[in-house]
Nanobody
Framework: QVQLTESGGGSVQPGGSLSLSCATS????????MAWYRQAPGKQRELVAE???????NYADAVRGRATITRDNAKNTLQLKMNSLKPDDTAVYYC????????????????WGRGTQVTVSA
């Protein structure tokens, strides 16, 4: 069974920072690109950041320069560090595999964890 467990979200003021973590099991972590996605209320899930099996990264325009995605292949975990947070970053953040790296692709189906809520407000 695929298990994706996100953690680290919370409520922060604009300009603040957060570090999100994703623990995985039931997937071939080492042979898959991975990604962080987010979904704001009333909007579709969107790609935030992605990372290849060997550490090459790509970021959405909205977060480029403010986010860093990393992976630990020994622990099958994924991280996302964000700073200079904006109210528009408010969303539920999810981790999952990325089957089409570099194509702004979001899987329209599949297994998703519960996500972790990030709220940025004054």
């Amino acid at each position: 069974q695929v298990q994706l467990t996100e953690s680290g979200g919370g409520s922060v003021q604009p300009g603040g920072s957060l570090s999100l973590s994703c623990a995985t099991s039931g997937i071939d972590f080492r042979i898959n690109a991975m990604a962080w996605y987010r979904q704001a209320p009333g909007k579709q899930r969107e790609l935030v950041a992605e990372i290849t099996t060997d550490g090459r990264t790509n970021y959405a325009d909205a977060v480029r320069g403010r986010a860093t995605i990393t992976r630990d292949n020994a622990k099958n975990t994924l991280q996302l560090k964000m700073n200079s947070l904006k109210p528009d970053d408010t969303a539920v953040y999810y981790c999952n595999i990325q089957i089409h790296y570099g194509q702004n692709y979001v899987l329209p189906f599949g297994n998703w964890g519960r996500g972790t809520q990030v709220t940025v407000s004054a």
